[in-house]
C-alpha cells in the first residue's frame, strides 16, 4: 500500500515536469518554425549608401585649396566646424549630400569649390550598425559596411559559444518595422554550409539562443 502511494506522489511530481519541458521545447519549436527564413540577398543593398552619425571621422579634400582640407570628427550633436564651416549638420546625411553643402557653404568665400567628403573611421549611428547579442563567443556592435553578410558576421564575432542553438537564431530587422527572419548558423560555421549565408541589412540585430540540452 505504501509502496503504491509512494510510486503515485511520485508520478504526481514528475509527469508535471515532464510536461513542463515538453511545452518548453514545443514552444521553442513553434517559435522557430514561425519566422521565414532570411532572404539570401537584398535588393535594398544595390543602391546603398552610408549615412553619417556621430562619432565619426570625414576626410574634407577641396579642390585646389589644400589649406581648406582636413580630417574632422562628426560631434555628438551630429555637426562639423572647419575654419570656414561652422557648426554644419553631417549627421543623417550621405558623403555626396555633405560635400555638396560644404560646396555651398564655401561658395561665399571661394570661386567653385569642389569638394569630396570620405568617412574614414566609422562609428555610425545605430540604424547604420550590426548588432549581435547572446551566444556570439564576443557579442558586439558592427560597423554596417556594404554587402556585409552573415558569415562576415560570425567572423567578427569570433563564431558561436559551446551553448549556442545556432540554427535557432534569428536577425531582427529594424529597416522592416523589426521583422524577424530566422537564420542557419550552426549549418553555416559548424558545417560550412554556405547555402545558409545571407546578406545583412544596416540596423539589423542577430540574436543567438542558448540551446536546452
Not at 553619417?52 to 571621422?57: A, K, L, S
Not at 579634400?61 to 572647419?82: F, Q
Not at 529594424?174 to 559548424?190: G, I, W
Request: charged content about 20%; hydrophobic content about 40%; overall charge positive.
Amino acid at each position: 500500500m505504501n509502496s503504491r502511494i509512494g510510486r503515485s506522489f511520485a508520478t504526481r511530481l514528475i509527469l508535471p515536469f515532464l510536461f513542463c519541458l515538453l511545452g518548453v521545447a514545443l514552444v521553442g519549436c513553434k517559435s522557430i518554425g514561425s519566422y521565414a527564413p532570411a532572404p539570401s540577398t537584398s535588393a535594398a543593398s544595390a543602391d546603398y549608401s552610408y549615412v553619417i552619425g556621430p562619432g565619426d571621422t570625414i576626410n574634407i579634400t577641396v579642390w585646389r585649396n589644400p589649406e581648406l582640407s582636413m580630417s574632422v570628427p562628426v560631434r555628438p550633436d551630429g555637426k562639423i566646424s572647419t575654419p570656414l564651416v561652422q557648426d554644419l549638420v553631417a549627421m543623417g546625411k550621405d558623403p555626396k549630400t555633405l560635400s555638396r553643402d560644404i560646396e555651398q557653404e564655401l561658395s561665399k568665400y571661394i570661386r567653385d569649390p569642389v569638394v569630396t567628403v570620405i568617412v574614414t573611421n566609422i562609428v555610425g549611428s545605430s540604424s547604420e550598425q550590426v548588432r549581435v547579442v547572446g551566444e556570439a563567443t564576443r557579442p558586439q556592435t558592427l560597423p554596417y559596411k556594404h554587402k556585409m553578410t552573415l558569415l562576415d558576421v560570425m567572423i567578427a564575432v569570433g563564431g558561436l559559444t559551446e551553448f549556442a542553438d545556432g540554427n535557432a537564431a534569428t536577425i531582427l530587422r529594424t529597416a522592416e518595422a523589426n521583422k524577424q527572419y530566422s537564420v542557419r548558423l550552426k549549418d553555416l560555421v559548424k558545417r560550412g554550409d554556405i547555402s545558409a549565408n545571407v546578406e545583412m541589412r544596416p540596423g539589423d540585430v542577430l540574436v543567438i539562443p542558448q540551446s536546452w540540452f
